[in-house]
């Protein structure tokens, strides 16, 4: 399941990921999230949280999170991933040539300092 954050910059979409995630979660929370902050900002930051109960995620889920951030990728202003889970953060890193360079993977007990670095102007 994915939900979506309140308490960040205007400009920000934050969303936390719980126990099993799968397409529709995309689908029906992260697209509509993204198509709607895209429309009010030119340029956005992501917030994106793995909470410890994280459980894994379907092919299909991560196939749509690929094709999301690489659809809008000169758009992402600022990336803060947050987690304890070794393969995203191996996949960040693996991916990292073409992300943003403002994109940092902070561990779950850094989310205070994750929500302040998405925060700052760069």
């Known amino acids: 399941m994915i939900e979506?954050?309140?308490g960040f910059p205007a400009d920000a979409l934050a969303v936390r990921?719980?126990?099993?995630?799968n397409k529709a979660d995309y689908?029906?929370?992260v697209a509509p999230a993204v198509e709607r902050a895209l429309k009010a900002h030119e340029r956005l930051r992501l917030y994106y949280e793995i909470a410890p109960d994280f459980s894994g995620i379907s092919?299909?889920?991560?196939?749509?999170d690929f094709w999301i951030g690489m659809r809008h990728l000169n758009r992402w202003k600022?990336?803060?991933?947050?987690?304890?889970v070794a393969?995203?953060?191996q996949l960040?890193?693996?991916?990292?040539?073409?992300?943003p360079k403002a994109t940092r993977v902070?561990?779950?007990?850094?989310?205070g300092e994750a929500r302040a670095w998405l925060s700052q102007d760069s």
Not at 17 to 21: I, L, P, Q, R
Not at 92 to 99: A, R
């Open 17 to 21: 990921c719980n126990g099993f995630v």
């Open 87 to 89: 393969w995203i953060k």
């Open 106 to 111: 902070f561990t779950v007990p850094e989310s």
């Open 78 to 84: 600022r990336i803060a991933v947050v987690t304890d």
């Open 92 to 99: 960040v890193q693996l991916f990292g040539f073409v992300l």
């Open 4 to 6: 979506t954050l309140e």
């Open 27 to 29: 689908d029906e929370v």
């Open 59 to 64: 092919p299909g889920a991560m196939w749509e």
